[in-house]
């Protein structure tokens, strides 16, 4: 069995590594673990030619992107690993995950692999929205999150000077191949994908930020919970859905070629608007 470690910190046994490698010490199930350190590769920005959604599904930037879905592809399991920077998870995840219309061609071989996730902080409650990057991530990827969960250490090492943390890798290394996670026992959570983070919308509306499902917030006995509306049936929540919406970007084509002069006189008003700075480094 193979598991994939994505690590999203440029520090060399850093917390993320350790984390990442604690859990995988403490996975039952023999295995190998692979590792990917995010931000020493070489992941080019999209370029929203929206080419990888069309034929092989192929992205036309050459860089460490293939190299990464190929270790997706091969995994069984995922652990995801990355550091909290400025409240949200650090630039690495983001650039990866920016690629991520190039999975789409991938997600029947990528559907369901087992993942968990973990965001390491330097002061506790000043995590952001970095739980919120992880679980969206995973799902983004096409995984089947198990569990995530937010542990604090600013030095590198310091996240296992707490003995709590270690707990929390056995939690994760246990969920990753456990039972589904029973979200009715927790209905603070949005009961159709575990999220935990909200937009209030006005009065008792809200929407999971993970899955986007819209529903109410209620609170009875001083119990907050959350009841997804389940006429909606978002992208993120199956593989019949992800296919759906890669079958919808990829009719924007048509629509882009029926429409294309209109869109071309609304956006050539305001060619000449504004003084651009100049780049001094021109990106590779
Ligand atoms: C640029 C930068 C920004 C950071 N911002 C935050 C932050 O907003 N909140 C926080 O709790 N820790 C923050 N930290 C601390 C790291 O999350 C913490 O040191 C963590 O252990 C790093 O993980 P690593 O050892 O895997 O690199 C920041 C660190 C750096 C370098």
């Known amino acids: 069995m193979e598991i994939l470690g ?32 995010l931000p020493e590769m070489d992941i080019r920005p999209c370029r929203a030619c929206y080419t990888c959604l069309f034929d092989d599904h192929t992205c036309p930037q050459a860089d460490d992107f293939p190299t990464i879905l190929e270790a997706l592809l091969q995994a069984d399991g995922l652990i995801l690993a990355v550091p909290v920077y400025l409240l949200a998870a650090n630039a690495s995840l983001k650039q990866f995950l920016d690629r991520g219309l190039s999975l789409y061609g991938h997600f029947e071989k990528l559907w369901g692999k ?15 929205y970095t739980k919120l990057c992880l679980d969206s991530a995973l799902r983004l990827m096409g995984a089947r999150p198990q569990a995530s969960e937010v542990v604090y250490g600013a030095l590198p090492g310091e996240v296992f000077m707490n003995q709590e943390n270690l707990t929390t890798a056995e939690k994760l290394a246990k969920a990753l191949f456990g ?10 959570r949005c009961q159709a994908c575990g999220g ?16 986007s499902s819209p529903g109410m917030v209620q609170i009875a006995d001083g119990l ?9 049936d978002h992208f993120f929540l199956s593989l019949e859905g992800a296919l759906r919406h890669l079958r919808w970007l990829q009719g924007m084509k048509e629509r882009f070629l029926a429409k294309k002069g209109e869109l ?18 021109k990106r590779k």
């Not at 935990?196 to 899955?211: A, H, K, N, W, Y």
């Not at 956006?267 to 651009?276: P, V």
Request: with cysteine.
């Open 6 to 37: 994505l690590v999203g910190s440029p520090r060399k046994l850093g917390n993320s590594e350790l984390m990442v490698k604690e859990i995988s010490r403490r996975i039952p199930d023999p295995h190998r673990l692979k590792l990917v350190r």
């Open 114 to 128: 087992p993942a968990v996730a973990v965001a390491i902080a330097g002061i506790p409650g000043m995590e952001g």
């Open 179 to 188: 039972p589904p996670p029973d979200w009715q026992s927790e209905p603070w």
């Open 196 to 211: 935990d983070t909200f937009r209030f919308l006005g009065s008792e509306q809200v929407r999971c930020m993970t899955c």
């Open 224 to 232: 907050v919970s959350f009841a997804v509306d389940p006429s909606e």
């Open 264 to 281: 071309k006189a609304i956006c050539l008003d305001y060619l000449h608007e504004g003084e651009w700075l100049e780049p001094k480094h």
